[in-house]
Each structure stands twice: as structure tokens, then as C-alpha cells.
């Protein structure tokens, strides 16, 4: 059997690192992480900004692509926080944390969650945050803040990029359920996404761009939207998603 901190395949974690270096951001800190993303490209990115452990104390001990690699990884290495993907295949972000719980909640050595994800929609971060995550950050966030974000968590704070917080403090002022929108049910998370940014005004490369996928699969999903919320083009997909406070 493989070894469950390479469940997806790619680079090994980075080693056990000696003391910070002097003068860096992270002097005598240590923390250890795991990665989880559908996207290959997306994880060795963060693992080159952050996972440098002598300069930034971040000590990255394995990787997942799904729900169900998530969950092996987490359960065999016991990271101190996990960086958490909302959208993966298996059932999100989401059922990771259901699956995690009783790790969140063990008092001696608990694993913290923080949402990394290019969605910034209100239900994406509501929901994670009900799930138990301690925050959520946008992947535009840059490698220096997502060190002090990572701390930050390990520590026991909240963390949110600028413009999330409101989402939450709204929802958990509200003792309201929100309306279901069946049309907007309809959608899958990706095709959702896609949706967003054509209604901001992104164009195909750009959305492919950002999410990481071909430019023919966010025509396959732009299709498919317009198909399920039965519209013509994409201006009238702009109208529709801005009728609901999507942009």
C-alpha cells in the first residue's frame, strides 16, 4: 500500500526542516500542513510559495485531490491546519469537514480547517464556515499573507480576505434560513462558478484561466447552464445572476 501523505501521486512533502533562518517571517514557529485541491498545477504552486519550511516555518506533510484522499491524508499525518479546497470531486469541502469532525474537535491535538478557494460566493464560505472551517481566503491572497493566515488558524483565530467576513456575520446575525432557489439548485458548483464570472464579464480564457480548466470545458459549462436555467445568451445570463445578487 502506498503511503497515504502521496495519495494523489505527485511531489513528496517537504522534509522536516532545522531552525528558521534569521530574519524570517516565521522565526522558531513550525507548522505542519496538508494541501487540498483538484488541481495538481494549483498544489505545486502553493507548495513552492509556502512550503519553503526554513523561511516561512510551513512544513507541508501531504496532498489530496478528493474527498476521500483528503480524508486518508488528514487522518494518517494530523496536520495542524488543513488548506481546503470548497469544490472537490467527492462531495466538496464540505463532507471533508463532516468526515474531519472528530478531529476538529479533539481538544489535545485538533486539526484546524482554512478554505482556499477561487470562489468568493456567500453559500461557498457560509457553508464551510457552519462546517467548522476557521476561515476562508480567495486564491488571489499572496504567499506572504497565506503564511500569516496559516498561523494565524494553527493559533485558534479566525481568518477571512477583506470582503468575506460580511458574508458570515451576516448569516450567523440572521436567524432566518435563507430561500432556496430551485433554479439556482439545478447547478452544480462548477457550473455556478462559471456562471459568476461570465456574469461579471470574464471572457472564456479568462474563466479558464482561473479555474484552472480548458476553454472548451467552460463552453461545456456556459452550455449547460444556459440549458438548466432555460436563457439564450450570456447577457441574459448577466441579467439573471444579477436579479439574484450573484455578481
Request: charged share 25%; glycine share 8%; with cysteine.
Amino acid at each position: 500500500m502506498s503511503d497515504p501523505t502521496e495519495a494523489n501521486g505527485t511531489a513528496e512533502p517537504a522534509e522536516a526542516a532545522g531552525p528558521a533562518e534569521s530574519g524570517g517571517g516565521a522565526v522558531g514557529r513550525r507548522v505542519r500542513v496538508v494541501l487540498v485541491d483538484d488541481h495538481r498545477m494549483f498544489r505545486t504552486g502553493v507548495q513552492a510559495e509556502i512550503g519553503q519550511t526554513e523561511q516561512t516555518g510551513v512544513e507541508v506533510v501531504g496532498e489530496a485531490a478528493d474527498v476521500d484522499q483528503a480524508v486518508t491524508v488528514i487522518t494518517a499525518t494530523r496536520p495542524e491546519v488543513v488548506l481546503l479546497d470548497v469544490h472537490l470531486p467527492g462531495g466538496g469541502g464540505v463532507e471533508v469537514l463532516r468526515r474531519c469532525a472528530p478531529l476538529m474537535a479533539d481538544a489535545e491535538q485538533p486539526v484546524r480547517f482554512l478554505a482556499l478557494s477561487v470562489s468568493d460566493a456567500a453559500e461557498d464560505v457560509i457553508g464551510v464556515i457552519r462546517g467548522g472551517a476557521r476561515g476562508y481566503v480567495t486564491k488571489t491572497i499572496t504567499g506572504t499573507d497565506l503564511v500569516d493566515s496559516v498561523f494565524r488558524v494553527q493559533e485558534g483565530d479566525a481568518v477571512f480576505s477583506p470582503r468575506l467576513a460580511g458574508f458570515v456575520l451576516d448569516a450567523f446575525a440572521s436567524t432566518d434560513a435563507p430561500p432556496v432557489d430551485e433554479d439556482l439548485d439545478r447547478l452544480t458548483q462548477r457550473e455556478r462558478e462559471v456562471l459568476r464570472l461570465i456574469a461579471r464579464g470574464y471572457a472564456y480564457k479568462e474563466i479558464a484561466k482561473q479555474l484552472f480548466i480548458s476553454v472548451k470545458t467552460v463552453e461545456s459549462h456556459v452550455s449547460a447552464v444556459l440549458r438548466k436555467l432555460q436563457l439564450s445568451n450570456r447577457h441574459e445570463l448577466t441579467r439573471w445572476a444579477t436579479a439574484r445578487r450573484l455578481v
